[in-house]
């Protein structure tokens, strides 16, 4: 009998088998000693065609998950295509940033030479608990003082970057600090400040079940940690656009 994450392939005399796509990714990984934590990016070792393999993958294996908890999805026209549909929101969607690359990022010289606080925000944030897989949804705010040789990014690219950093199972201790990184190299400023406030819905949806917890982190960085005056500014054109 062959092993679960095998499969036959046929062609040529004798069916021969092949890993499934999760474990050639995994073998790339180990091979690489680079690690695949719920919220590291792998797409560098996803190879052409791998992401419809790892969909049907997840299919399957989800379509056993609704089966161990008792739902007749042959019968339940409600539930018949649940685990496509899974695994296809997993895959392409809210977990999407561990499978892609960083969406292109197009940079422009400071030409002018700016040096003033930019505040761009609130920026929606959709995300997903490592702990439960249940949504983390917020706002992220970013403060950046630039420099003469900083690289000025368009206003969309931090709303793209934020969605692919947040599009992963995470905690968002741990979140805010991989956007900050995202960022800095990118722009290269004399300080960086990111802000994300966001509802846990493993708070809200189980367990103590608060509806009005909500978490607040940050990041300061350069200019923004050492500049007591500059992050009050930040924070008070940030509490401004709460209201």
């Not at 009998?1 to 073998?27: C, K, Q, T, W």
């Not at 966001?198 to 940690?225: I, N, P, Q, Y």
């Not at 007591?228 to 500014?233: G, N, T, V, W």
Request: hydrophobic share 45%.
């Amino acid at each position: 009998m062959l092993r679960e994450n095998y499969h036959p392939v046929f062609g040529g005399d004798e069916p021969r088998v092949r890993l499934r796509a999760s474990d050639r990714i995994r073998d790339r990984l180990a091979s690489a000693d680079v690690r695949y934590h719920a919220n590291d990016n792998i797409s560098a070792f996803i190879e052409e065609g791998e992401m419809q393999e790892l969909m049907a993958e997840v299919q399957e294996k989800m379509l056993e998950v609704l089966r161990a908890l008792v739902i007749d999805t042959d019968a339940d026209h409600n539930t018949r295509a649940t685990a496509q549909r899974i695994a296809k929101m997993y895959v392409t969607e809210v977990f999407r940033g561990r499978y892609v690359p960083l969406p292109s990022v197009t940079e422009f010289p400071n030409a002018l030479g700016l040096n003033e606080l930019m505040v761009v925000g609130p920026l929606a944030l959709r995300s997903a608990c490592s702990h439960h897989l249940c949504p983390i949804v917020g706002k992220v705010w970013i403060g950046v003082l630039p420099n003469k040789q900083s690289n000025l990014i368009g206003l969309s690219k931090y709303a793209r970057v934020c969605d692919w950093i947040m599009s992963r199972p995470q905690i968002q201790e741990e979140a805010v600090v991989m956007l900050a990184d995202a960022l800095e190299s990118r722009v290269k400023p004399d300080g960086l400040a990111v802000v994300i406030e966001a509802d846990h819905f493993c708070m809200h949806w189980r367990g103590v079940k608060d509806e009005g917890a909500a978490m607040t982190s940050s990041v300061m960085r350069g200019a923004f940690l050492k500049d007591a005056a500059l992050r009050r500014e930040f924070l008070s054109l940030l509490q401004r656009r709460r209201c």
